[in-house]
């Protein structure tokens, strides 16, 4: 197995109806503790007590502790490969779009980053990720050029950095056109699109944590949860999911709102959450069919629930 490792310096660069799930994970049926193979899960790195599987909020979500040296701080989780569901997505479907919540820390001292990253058979490329530097929670993009992978600012340029807010969860995402190598980024205080020369067919879906700059000498721990893989024909990040809005007959009403939102699904709701424009979430209390939203600032809001099938998303608008 090969993997990247962002080792050493960064390198600077200048929702269809049709979409289908290729993988999905919330962690929520897992049992606390060790990751173990819960779920068909692989490691790389480490030892099996940096995988944990923990209560954060309503929830659970999966932790992750990076190494506290240089040449072993790199920790990979992916839950199988994603070929097989890739092979059979409806035709058409040749953007791969990944979204997710990530728990950005305190201020951390080790060099490590956090993040969500793609690969295409045989390791040959990054089809992109997103990584959040530990100690300044800067945001940056995965992407390979030629097969050599880089890391790009997310923000308006190098100098102009895009700083995510530490100690929150975050709902990120990015798309890959797998035909034209079109990539786009988007996050709180990000909305970028930057292209690659690779292209190919996405591989492997890792939960990764690697050193982004040498002399690493501390560990880094960072959560994720509520994990979203499609193929699409059109790139929709952070937006309604009118695929999966459908498949568990989902709706909320009054949108707008001012007080309260019903929720009905023919699925099991498990917890929910509420993502300001920004894409920081917070936990909502789900009682009796609804959601109090009457404590919200006036604006437009992202609800995101949890179900015992799949995860969903819908905008909302709090008057």
Do not use: C
């Not at 790009?152 to 990120?172: K, Q």
Request: proline share 3%; glycine share 12%.
């Amino acid at each position: 197995m090969k993997k990247f490792l962002l080792l050493a310096g960064i390198g600077l660069a200048g929702l269809s109806a049709n979409a289908q799930v290729i993988q999905s994970q919330n962690f929520d049926s897992f049992n606390l503790g060790n990751l173990g193979t819960q779920g068909g899960f692989d490691i790389y790195g480490g030892t099996a007590a940096d995988y944990q599987i923990v209560t954060r909020g309503t929830g659970k979500a999966l932790s992750i502790k990076s190494g506290a040296t240089a040449t072993s701080s790199s920790r990979f989780a992916w839950q199988g490969l994603i070929n097989g569901a890739w092979a059979t997505r409806t035709a058409g479907n040749e953007i791969f779009q990944v979204e997710f919540d990530i728990f950005t820390g305190d201020t951390m001292t080790g060099t490590a980053g956090g993040g969500v990253e793609a690969y295409s058979d045989a390791y040959a490329a990054y089809l992109g990720g997103i990584t959040i530097d530990g100690p300044t929670k800067t945001a940056y993009a995965l992407l390979s050029s030629g097969g050599t992978p880089a890391i790009y600012p997310l923000g308006v340029d190098a100098a102009t950095p895009a700083v995510v807010p530490a100690n929150s969860w975050i709902r990120v995402g990015w798309s890959f056109n797998t035909i034209t190598g079109e990539a786009k980024f988007k996050g709180p205080g990000f909305d970028k699109t930057l292209t690659s020369v690779d292209t190919g067919t996405p591989y492997e879906l890792d939960y990764a944590l690697n050193s982004l700059a040498a002399n690493n000498a501390a560990s880094n721990t960072f959560q994720f949860d509520n994990l979203v893989a499609k193929a699409l024909a059109t790139s929709a990040l952070l937006g309604t999911d009118e695929a999966a809005v459908e498949k568990v007959d989902f709706t909320i009403y009054p949108n707008p709102s001012s007080d309260v939102l019903n929720i009905k699904s023919k699925a099991k709701i498990i917890s929910v959450y509420i993502y300001d424009a920004s894409g920081v979430r917070s936990d909502a209390t789900f009682n009796n069919g609804q959601v109090n939203v009457k404590h919200l600032p006036k604006g437009n809001y992202l609800l995101g629930v949890k179900t015992d099938s799949i995860y969903v998303t819908k905008k909302f608008i709090k008057n």
